[in-house]
Protein backbone atom coordinates (compact mmCIF):
# COMPACT_ATOMS: atom_id res chain seq x y z
CA UNK A 1 0.00 0.00 0.00
CA UNK A 2 0.85 3.65 -0.61
CA UNK A 3 1.99 4.61 3.54
CA UNK A 4 1.49 7.99 2.36
CA UNK A 5 -2.34 7.22 1.86
CA UNK A 6 -4.91 8.39 4.25
CA UNK A 7 -7.49 5.98 4.19
CA UNK A 8 -9.59 7.26 7.39
CA UNK A 9 -12.07 9.16 7.70
CA UNK A 10 -11.61 12.43 7.32
CA UNK A 11 -14.04 14.48 9.38
CA UNK A 12 -15.52 16.25 6.89
CA UNK A 13 -14.72 20.09 6.73
CA UNK A 14 -15.04 20.32 10.46
CA UNK A 15 -12.32 18.73 13.24
CA UNK A 16 -12.29 15.02 14.63
CA UNK A 17 -13.80 13.99 17.26
CA UNK A 18 -11.38 12.92 20.19
CA UNK A 19 -10.72 11.75 23.72
CA UNK A 20 -7.44 12.62 25.82
CA UNK A 21 -6.37 9.18 27.85
CA UNK A 22 -4.15 11.13 30.49
CA UNK A 23 -2.12 9.87 33.56
CA UNK A 24 -2.76 12.24 36.20
CA UNK A 25 0.04 11.03 38.16
CA UNK A 26 2.43 12.35 35.39
CA UNK A 27 1.01 15.83 34.92
CA UNK A 28 2.21 18.72 36.98
CA UNK A 29 -0.97 20.81 36.14
CA UNK A 30 -4.10 18.39 35.18
CA UNK A 31 -6.12 21.38 35.00
CA UNK A 32 -3.34 24.01 32.77
CA UNK A 33 -3.14 21.10 30.39
CA UNK A 34 -6.73 20.66 29.98
CA UNK A 35 -6.99 24.14 29.39
CA UNK A 36 -4.40 24.08 26.86
CA UNK A 37 -4.63 21.26 24.64
CA UNK A 38 -9.16 21.83 24.92
CA UNK A 39 -8.19 25.49 23.76
CA UNK A 40 -5.37 24.15 21.39
CA UNK A 41 -7.86 21.97 19.84
CA UNK A 42 -10.93 24.55 19.46
CA UNK A 43 -8.95 26.98 18.23
CA UNK A 44 -8.32 24.32 15.09
CA UNK A 45 -11.45 23.82 14.60
CA UNK A 46 -12.13 20.94 16.58
CA UNK A 47 -14.80 20.07 18.91
CA UNK A 48 -13.62 19.52 22.79
CA UNK A 49 -12.49 16.28 23.35
CA UNK A 50 -13.38 13.92 25.92
CA UNK A 51 -11.40 13.27 29.11
CA UNK A 52 -10.38 10.21 30.76
CA UNK A 53 -8.24 9.42 33.55
CA UNK A 54 -6.30 6.21 34.34
CA UNK A 55 -6.22 4.30 37.20
CA UNK A 56 -3.28 1.77 39.08
CA UNK A 57 -6.49 -0.83 38.06
CA UNK A 58 -6.95 -0.25 34.79
CA UNK A 59 -3.89 2.01 32.93
CA UNK A 60 -5.29 3.36 30.17
CA UNK A 61 -6.85 -0.02 27.69
CA UNK A 62 -10.43 -0.13 29.20
CA UNK A 63 -10.70 3.83 28.75
CA UNK A 64 -9.36 3.63 25.43
CA UNK A 65 -11.77 1.13 24.29
CA UNK A 66 -14.36 3.28 25.86
CA UNK A 67 -13.87 6.29 23.39
CA UNK A 68 -13.83 4.27 20.45
CA UNK A 69 -17.31 2.79 21.83
CA UNK A 70 -18.33 6.88 21.86
CA UNK A 71 -17.17 7.45 18.91
CA UNK A 72 -14.19 9.44 18.66
CA UNK A 73 -11.73 9.54 15.73
CA UNK A 74 -8.87 9.67 17.55
CA UNK A 75 -7.47 9.22 21.16
CA UNK A 76 -4.61 11.39 22.71
CA UNK A 77 -2.47 9.27 24.74
CA UNK A 78 -0.79 11.73 27.73
CA UNK A 79 1.56 10.11 30.28
CA UNK A 80 3.97 7.32 29.78
CA UNK A 81 5.02 4.23 28.25
CA UNK A 82 2.29 2.55 30.13
CA UNK A 83 -0.23 4.78 29.32
CA UNK A 84 1.28 4.52 25.46
CA UNK A 85 0.91 0.70 25.54
CA UNK A 86 -2.13 0.69 27.09
CA UNK A 87 -3.70 3.22 24.21
CA UNK A 88 -2.33 1.26 21.57
CA UNK A 89 -3.65 -2.40 23.20
CA UNK A 90 -7.43 -0.49 23.30
CA UNK A 91 -7.10 0.61 19.25
CA UNK A 92 -5.16 -2.45 17.47
CA UNK A 93 -7.46 -3.08 14.77
CA UNK A 94 -9.89 -0.28 14.81
CA UNK A 95 -10.05 2.87 12.72
CA UNK A 96 -9.50 5.34 15.75
CA UNK A 97 -5.55 7.01 15.31
CA UNK A 98 -3.35 7.17 18.40
CA UNK A 99 -1.61 10.69 19.16
CA UNK A 100 0.90 10.66 21.73
CA UNK A 101 1.00 13.57 24.18
CA UNK A 102 4.49 12.62 26.08
CA UNK A 103 3.95 13.70 29.65
CA UNK A 104 6.88 10.88 31.25
CA UNK A 105 10.57 11.16 31.23
CA UNK A 106 11.26 8.21 29.10
CA UNK A 107 7.92 7.87 26.52
CA UNK A 108 9.84 5.89 23.86
CA UNK A 109 7.60 5.82 20.81
CA UNK A 110 7.55 9.92 21.67
CA UNK A 111 11.12 9.36 21.50
CA UNK A 112 10.73 7.42 17.77
CA UNK A 113 7.95 10.33 16.82
CA UNK A 114 11.04 12.68 17.40
CA UNK A 115 8.24 14.54 19.85
CA UNK A 116 10.17 14.33 23.06
CA UNK A 117 8.37 15.69 26.19
CA UNK A 118 7.17 18.12 23.15
CA UNK A 119 2.88 18.74 24.07
CA UNK A 120 2.88 21.40 21.03
CA UNK A 121 4.20 18.85 19.09
CA UNK A 122 1.64 16.77 19.65
CA UNK A 123 -0.73 18.52 19.36
CA UNK A 124 0.09 20.01 15.79
CA UNK A 125 0.91 16.42 14.66
CA UNK A 126 -2.87 15.52 15.75
CA UNK A 127 -4.47 18.52 13.98
CA UNK A 128 -2.05 18.23 10.40
CA UNK A 129 -3.38 15.15 10.48
CA UNK A 130 -0.94 13.17 8.99
CA UNK A 131 -0.72 9.52 9.64
CA UNK A 132 0.82 5.85 9.15
CA UNK A 133 -0.97 2.59 9.25
CA UNK A 134 1.61 0.90 11.34
CA UNK A 135 2.61 -2.53 12.24
CA UNK A 136 2.43 -3.88 16.27
CA UNK A 137 3.83 -6.83 17.60
CA UNK A 138 1.83 -8.62 19.93
CA UNK A 139 2.94 -10.04 23.50
CA UNK A 140 -0.11 -12.24 25.21
CA UNK A 141 -3.07 -10.05 25.02
CA UNK A 142 -0.79 -6.83 24.88
CA UNK A 143 0.75 -4.97 22.09
CA UNK A 144 3.67 -2.73 21.50
CA UNK A 145 4.52 -0.54 18.38
CA UNK A 146 8.67 -0.18 19.66
CA UNK A 147 9.84 -2.77 20.90
CA UNK A 148 9.57 -6.00 23.24
CA UNK A 149 12.65 -7.04 25.46
CA UNK A 150 13.97 -9.95 27.62
CA UNK A 151 17.14 -9.43 30.03
CA UNK A 152 19.60 -6.64 30.64
CA UNK A 153 17.01 -3.78 28.48
CA UNK A 154 14.56 -5.33 30.98
CA UNK A 155 16.75 -4.74 34.23
CA UNK A 156 17.65 -1.62 32.98
CA UNK A 157 14.43 -0.19 33.52
CA UNK A 158 13.74 -1.86 36.84
CA UNK A 159 16.87 -0.10 38.60
CA UNK A 160 16.34 2.83 37.13
CA UNK A 161 14.95 4.91 40.09
CA UNK A 162 11.85 7.12 39.21
CA UNK A 163 12.78 10.02 41.64
CA UNK A 164 16.06 10.15 39.29
CA UNK A 165 14.15 10.11 36.09
CA UNK A 166 11.80 12.51 36.71
CA UNK A 167 14.84 14.80 37.89
CA UNK A 168 17.55 14.67 34.75
CA UNK A 169 14.89 12.66 32.08
CA UNK A 170 16.26 9.50 29.99
CA UNK A 171 20.00 9.57 31.36
CA UNK A 172 18.42 7.79 34.41
CA UNK A 173 18.67 4.75 32.73
CA UNK A 174 22.37 4.99 32.18
CA UNK A 175 22.38 4.43 35.79
CA UNK A 176 20.10 1.92 35.57
CA UNK A 177 22.25 0.00 32.99
CA UNK A 178 25.18 0.64 34.91
CA UNK A 179 24.19 -1.99 37.89
CA UNK A 180 23.95 -4.72 35.53
CA UNK A 181 27.02 -4.40 32.92
CA UNK A 182 28.73 -7.14 34.76
CA UNK A 183 25.93 -9.45 35.61
CA UNK A 184 26.07 -13.06 33.91
CA UNK A 185 24.23 -13.58 30.37
CA UNK A 186 20.83 -16.09 30.03
CA UNK A 187 21.10 -19.21 27.77
CA UNK A 188 18.45 -18.38 25.09
CA UNK A 189 16.60 -20.17 22.59
CA UNK A 190 15.38 -18.13 19.85
CA UNK A 191 12.78 -19.88 17.14
CA UNK A 192 12.11 -17.66 14.28
CA UNK A 193 9.02 -18.48 12.34
CA UNK A 194 10.04 -22.15 11.03
CA UNK A 195 13.67 -21.91 11.17
CA UNK A 196 15.53 -24.32 13.05
CA UNK A 197 16.38 -22.67 16.47
CA UNK A 198 19.25 -19.90 16.88
CA UNK A 199 21.20 -20.44 20.54
CA UNK A 200 23.25 -18.01 22.42
CA UNK A 201 24.39 -16.71 25.38
CA UNK A 202 22.78 -13.47 25.36
CA UNK A 203 22.82 -10.09 27.65
CA UNK A 204 19.16 -9.45 26.13
CA UNK A 205 17.42 -10.18 23.46
CA UNK A 206 15.16 -7.40 21.68
CA UNK A 207 11.98 -8.16 19.21
CA UNK A 208 11.51 -4.43 17.39
CA UNK A 209 8.92 -2.72 15.30
CA UNK A 210 11.21 0.10 15.18
CA UNK A 211 14.66 0.71 15.90
CA UNK A 212 15.37 3.84 18.04
CA UNK A 213 16.15 3.51 21.90
CA UNK A 214 15.88 6.40 24.63
CA UNK A 215 17.80 9.46 24.02
CA UNK A 216 17.64 9.14 19.97
CA UNK A 217 19.91 6.59 19.54
CA UNK A 218 19.16 3.97 17.12
CA UNK A 219 20.13 0.50 17.44
CA UNK A 220 18.48 -1.04 14.44
CA UNK A 221 18.74 1.06 11.01
CA UNK A 222 17.06 -1.28 8.69
CA UNK A 223 13.76 -1.89 11.30
CA UNK A 224 11.06 -0.06 9.47
CA UNK A 225 7.72 0.14 11.43
CA UNK A 226 5.28 -0.77 8.60
CA UNK A 227 7.39 -3.64 6.33
CA UNK A 228 5.79 -6.74 8.11
CA UNK A 229 8.45 -7.86 10.23
CA UNK A 230 9.56 -7.97 13.45
CA UNK A 231 13.71 -7.40 13.51
CA UNK A 232 15.07 -9.28 16.24
CA UNK A 233 18.43 -7.88 18.43
CA UNK A 234 20.67 -10.53 20.08
CA UNK A 235 23.01 -8.67 22.44
CA UNK A 236 26.28 -11.25 23.58
CA UNK A 237 28.27 -8.91 25.72
CA UNK A 238 30.28 -10.49 27.63
CA UNK A 239 32.54 -7.32 29.63
CA UNK A 240 32.94 -4.57 30.53
CA UNK A 241 35.19 -3.85 27.07
CA UNK A 242 32.30 -4.97 24.90
CA UNK A 243 29.85 -3.27 26.06
CA UNK A 244 31.50 -0.02 25.25
CA UNK A 245 32.50 -1.34 21.89
CA UNK A 246 28.94 -2.13 21.29
CA UNK A 247 27.70 1.18 22.44
CA UNK A 248 30.40 3.41 20.78
CA UNK A 249 29.53 1.40 17.45
CA UNK A 250 25.81 2.36 17.89
CA UNK A 251 26.45 6.14 18.73
CA UNK A 252 28.69 6.36 15.52
CA UNK A 253 26.56 4.62 13.90
CA UNK A 254 29.17 2.35 12.25
CA UNK A 255 27.81 -0.48 9.88
CA UNK A 256 29.63 -3.38 11.86
CA UNK A 257 28.27 -3.56 15.62
CA UNK A 258 29.92 -5.46 18.00
CA UNK A 259 28.36 -8.04 19.77
CA UNK A 260 25.01 -7.72 18.09
CA UNK A 261 23.07 -9.69 15.89
CA UNK A 262 20.18 -9.10 14.19
CA UNK A 263 17.39 -11.77 12.43
CA UNK A 264 13.84 -10.99 10.99
CA UNK A 265 10.92 -12.64 11.14
CA UNK A 266 7.23 -12.69 11.90
CA UNK A 267 6.76 -14.83 14.86
CA UNK A 268 9.44 -14.91 17.69
CA UNK A 269 9.41 -17.20 20.64
CA UNK A 270 12.72 -16.57 22.97
CA UNK A 271 13.20 -18.75 25.77
CA UNK A 272 15.52 -18.22 28.52
CA UNK A 273 17.19 -21.03 30.80
CA UNK A 274 15.31 -19.14 33.60
CA UNK A 275 12.95 -16.38 34.25
CA UNK A 276 14.13 -12.86 33.27
CA UNK A 277 12.50 -9.48 33.10
CA UNK A 278 10.61 -8.35 30.47
CA UNK A 279 9.38 -4.95 28.59
CA UNK A 280 7.01 -4.07 26.17
CA UNK A 281 7.86 -0.47 25.05
CA UNK A 282 9.81 0.40 27.87
CA UNK A 283 7.28 -0.59 30.11
CA UNK A 284 7.70 -3.82 32.77
CA UNK A 285 5.84 -6.67 32.44
CA UNK A 286 5.81 -9.79 34.46
CA UNK A 287 8.93 -11.35 34.68
CA UNK A 288 9.05 -14.88 32.53
CA UNK A 289 11.52 -17.67 30.62
CA UNK A 290 9.67 -16.94 27.89
CA UNK A 291 8.95 -14.06 25.51
CA UNK A 292 6.34 -14.47 22.78
CA UNK A 293 5.82 -12.14 19.97
CA UNK A 294 3.85 -12.36 16.42
CA UNK A 295 3.82 -8.92 13.89
CA UNK A 296 0.18 -7.46 13.74
CA UNK A 297 0.75 -6.23 9.91
CA UNK A 298 -0.90 -2.48 9.49
CA UNK A 299 -2.98 -2.74 12.65
CA UNK A 300 -2.66 0.67 13.76
CA UNK A 301 -3.35 4.32 13.01
CA UNK A 302 -0.59 6.63 14.11
CA UNK A 303 -0.42 10.40 14.16
CA UNK A 304 2.80 11.22 13.13
CA UNK A 305 4.73 14.64 11.67
CA UNK A 306 4.72 13.39 7.82
CA UNK A 307 3.29 10.15 6.46
CA UNK A 308 5.86 9.38 3.89
CA UNK A 309 6.88 5.96 3.77
CA UNK A 310 10.52 6.90 5.54
CA UNK A 311 11.59 4.50 8.27
CA UNK A 312 12.12 7.33 10.28
CA UNK A 313 8.85 8.16 12.10
CA UNK A 314 10.72 11.87 13.14
CA UNK A 315 10.56 13.62 9.43
CA UNK A 316 9.78 16.89 10.31
CA UNK A 317 9.18 16.54 14.37
CA UNK A 318 11.13 20.04 14.93
CA UNK A 319 8.49 21.94 12.58
CA UNK A 320 5.52 20.38 13.78
CA UNK A 321 6.75 21.56 17.20
CA UNK A 322 7.44 25.32 16.08
CA UNK A 323 3.77 25.58 14.24
CA UNK A 324 2.50 23.73 17.49
CA UNK A 325 3.55 26.29 19.54
CA UNK A 326 2.23 29.26 17.54
CA UNK A 327 -1.51 27.01 17.51
CA UNK A 328 -0.92 26.94 21.62
CA UNK A 329 -0.35 31.27 21.68
CA UNK A 330 -3.45 31.62 19.11
CA UNK A 331 -5.41 29.80 21.29
CA UNK A 332 -4.50 31.51 24.47
CA UNK A 333 -4.85 35.17 22.63
CA UNK A 334 -8.48 34.20 21.59
Not at 115 to 142: N, P, Y
Not at 166 to 179: D, F, L, N, S
Not at 181 to 198: H, K, N, S, Y
Request: overall charge negative; aromatic content about 4%; charged content about 25%.
Amino acid sequence: MDAGQDRRPSGGDGGLRSAVVVNPVKVDDLDELRRTVDDALTAAGWPAPQWYETTVDDPGRGQTEQAVKAGVDLVFACGGDGTVMSCVSGLVGTDVALAVLPQGTGNLLAANLGLSTDLAAGLQVAVERGRRLLDVGAVEDKYFTVMAGMGFDAQMLEATNETTKARIGWPAYVMGAARHLRDRPMRVQIRIDDRPPVRRRARSVLIANVGRLQGGVTLLTEAEPDDGWLDVAVLTPRNLRHWLALGWAVIRRSGQVPQLEVFRGRRVVVTSNRAQPRELDGDLISPGRQLRAEVRPQALWLCVPQPEGAPDLAVDAQGAGERGEQLIEEARRE
